[in-house]
């Protein structure tokens, strides 16, 4: 059918050399985008995808879409080879042909497109009614803004394939490497968590992709901001949730890893500290009664039996290791490991605690020979008060059971008559040495 409708004034001949120059240059524009989009790799994959969901529903709008592209393509370019045709007749078009190329080109066209199997969605741009009445531009604004709704999905598709598929089957064939190495270690399902969680992991990668290959727009986010088409990126929440589990899950086998390599020299260690445990309680112990036996009125702490739990701990640890039963030799080695150290300070804060009253009986007998020695270096050994206060002070540090409270008191009184008669004769010394110098 040809034009109709109002044309307006007829058009002069530059004015329809003019309109016929904007039209061809629109006609290459049009033919060239169409037929990239005929050959968009997305746009292959999806007409041979068994698809579903969003995608499914959207691929089958924009399948309508590009059939009614190619009507509109086909209707403007007829116009057009016929408006080309009647103005290549005559140099000098007359009347008539001016006005029959005023109606090619100002003119309607009738696009018939036939209707879509179910209803078309509310403002949809890339379809038309049947026996629509167009203009060329009309035609080259259905077709472009028809040409963007294809594209939209088209490459929307295509992004998500490109991306998710692809590191989908990476992080599969890490999971295989964890998978194995799990095993290598008796990480397996049922026995240790880790175990499980790689199977849930196995389980989602596999619904994941076959979700992505399926309905790609269900993970595609459209950039809200933007009006071009295709413009987004893949949402890869479960992919990235996916691939922090995995990577949970080996950081605990490359734990058990490093316990099943260094697993001897560690239990090696826990039976040193243990030991050294023991030996110091033992010390403490038997510190314990030399104090009692030595010591007056003195509060001595009691001192606890080794640590038979630990012992039981470590045997196990042995046994765990032996049967190379390493995800459960890992948490037994770091708590053994903690409570072994805590079990040597507690054990050595004990015997600090037990042998106090010795160190304090010592601490008097230095100071007690310390007065002696500088009463001596004045020449005041054989002052009577002093000895009768130094045998007295002696005595009781030296004796057993030695009262440390007298002793100490003992101690001070020696120390204060030391110092009474020390001072004196010091100030007298200098003010000698002074006359001597003047």
Same mark, same amino acid.
């Given at each position: 059918?040809g034009?109709s409708g109002?044309?307006?004034p007829?058009?002069?001949?530059?004015?329809a050399d003019r309109?016929?120059?904007?039209l061809?240059?629109?006609?290459?524009a049009?033919?060239t985008?169409l037929?990239?989009?005929?050959d968009?790799?997305?746009?292959?994959?999806?007409e041979?995808?068994d698809l579903?969901?969003?995608t499914?529903?959207?691929?089958?709008e924009a399948e309508?879409v590009?059939t009614v592209?190619?009507?509109a393509y086909d209707?403007?370019a007829?116009a057009?080879?016929h408006?080309?045709?009647?103005?290549?007749?005559?140099?000098?078009p007359?009347?008539d042909?001016?006005?029959?190329?005023?109606? =090619?080109?100002?003119? %309607?066209?009738?696009?018939s497109?036939? /209707? !879509?199997?179910?209803?078309? +969605? *509310?403002?949809?741009?890339?379809?038309a009614?049947?026996?629509?009445e167009?203009?060329l531009?009309?035609?080259?604004?259905?077709?472009?803004?028809?040409?963007a709704?294809?594209?939209?999905?088209?490459a929307?598709a295509?992004?998500?394939?490109?991306?998710?598929?692809a590191?989908i089957?990476?992080?599969?064939?890490?999971?295989?490497?964890?998978?194995?190495?799990a095993h290598?270690?008796?990480?397996r399902?049922?026995?240790?968590?880790?175990?499980?969680?790689?199977?849930?992991?196995t389980d989602?990668?596999t619904?994941?992709?076959?979700?992505?290959?399926?309905?790609p =727009?269900?993970?595609? %986010?459209?950039?809200g901001?933007s009006? /071009? !088409?295709?413009?987004?990126? +893949? *949402?890869?929440?479960?992919?990235?949730a996916?691939?922090?589990a995995l990577?949970d899950?080996?950081?605990?086998i490359?734990?058990?890893?490093?316990?099943r390599?260094?697993?001897?020299q560690?239990?090696?260690?826990?039976?040193?500290?243990?030991?050294?445990a023991?030996r110091t309680?033992?010390?403490?112990r038997?510190?314990?009664?030399?104090?009692?036996?030595?010591?007056?009125?003195s509060?001595?702490?009691?001192?606890?039996?080794?640590p038979?739990?630990?012992?039981?701990?470590?045997?196990?640890?042995a046994?765990?290791?032996?049967?190379?039963q390493?995800?459960?030799?890992?948490?037994?080695l770091?708590?053994?490991?903690?409570?072994?150290?805590?079990?040597?300070?507690r054990?050595r804060?004990s015997l600090?605690?037990v042998?106090?009253?010795?160190?304090?009986?010592a601490?008097?007998?230095?100071?007690l020979?310390?007065?002696r020695?500088r009463?001596?270096?004045?020449?005041?050994?054989?002052?009577?008060m002093?000895?009768?206060?130094?045998d007295?002070?002696?005595r009781?540090l030296?004796?057993?059971?030695c009262d440390?409270?007298?002793a100490?008191d003992?101690?001070?009184?020696?120390?204060?008559?030391?110092?009474?008669?020390?001072?004196p004769r010091?100030?007298?010394a200098?003010r000698?040495?002074?006359r001597?110098?003047a």
């Amino acid at each position: 059918m040809g034009p109709s409708g109002p044309t307006g004034p007829v058009m002069s001949r530059e004015e329809a050399d003019r309109a016929l120059a904007r039209l061809d240059a629109e006609h290459e524009a049009v033919e060239t985008t169409l037929l990239s989009l005929q050959d968009h790799a997305g746009r292959r994959l999806l007409e041979g995808a068994d698809l579903t969901g969003t995608t499914a529903r959207r691929w089958a709008e924009a399948e309508r879409v590009m059939t009614v592209l190619w009507t509109a393509y086909d209707v403007y370019a007829r116009a057009l080879h016929h408006a080309r045709e009647l103005r290549a007749r005559r140099r000098w078009p007359s009347r008539d042909d001016l006005a029959e190329l005023t109606a =090619l080109l100002r003119g %309607t066209h009738t696009l018939s497109v036939p /209707a !879509p199997d179910g209803p078309a +969605p *509310d403002g949809d741009a890339g379809t038309a009614d049947p026996d629509e009445e167009l203009t060329l531009g009309g035609l080259v604004a259905r077709m472009n803004a028809g040409y963007a709704r294809a594209l939209d999905v088209v490459a929307a598709a295509d992004s998500v394939w490109s991306a998710l598929p692809a590191r989908i089957d990476l992080l599969a064939e890490e999971l295989q490497r964890v998978r194995s190495l799990a095993h290598s270690v008796g990480v397996r399902p049922g026995e240790h968590p880790s175990g499980d969680e790689l199977d849930d992991i196995t389980d989602e990668l596999t619904g994941l992709r076959a979700e992505v290959l399926r309905d790609p =727009l269900a993970f595609w %986010t459209a950039d809200g901001g933007s009006s /071009a !088409p295709g413009v987004g990126r +893949p *949402d890869t929440t479960r992919y990235d949730a996916a691939a922090r589990a995995l990577e949970d899950v080996r950081r605990e086998i490359d734990a058990v890893l490093t316990v099943r390599q260094d697993a001897e020299q560690r239990l090696m260690s826990l039976r040193d500290i243990l030991s050294r445990a023991d030996r110091t309680l033992a010390e403490a112990r038997s510190a314990r009664g030399e104090v009692l036996a030595k010591i007056a009125a003195s509060e001595v702490p009691a001192v606890s039996g080794p640590p038979t739990a630990l012992q039981e701990q470590l045997v196990r640890a042995a046994d765990y290791r032996r049967h190379a039963q390493w995800h459960r030799l890992s948490p037994l080695l770091e708590s053994l490991e903690q409570r072994a150290e805590d079990e040597l300070e507690r054990a050595r804060a004990s015997l600090s605690a037990v042998t106090a009253p010795l160190a304090v009986r010592a601490e008097l007998r230095g100071r007690l020979d310390a007065y002696r020695a500088r009463v001596s270096r004045h020449g005041l050994a054989e002052d009577r008060m002093l000895m009768e206060r130094y045998d007295v002070a002696r005595r009781m540090l030296w004796s057993a059971p030695c009262d440390l409270r007298a002793a100490e008191d003992a101690v001070l009184r020696y120390q204060r008559a030391a110092q009474e008669i020390l001072v004196p004769r010091q100030g007298g010394a200098a003010r000698a040495d002074h006359r001597g110098e003047a």
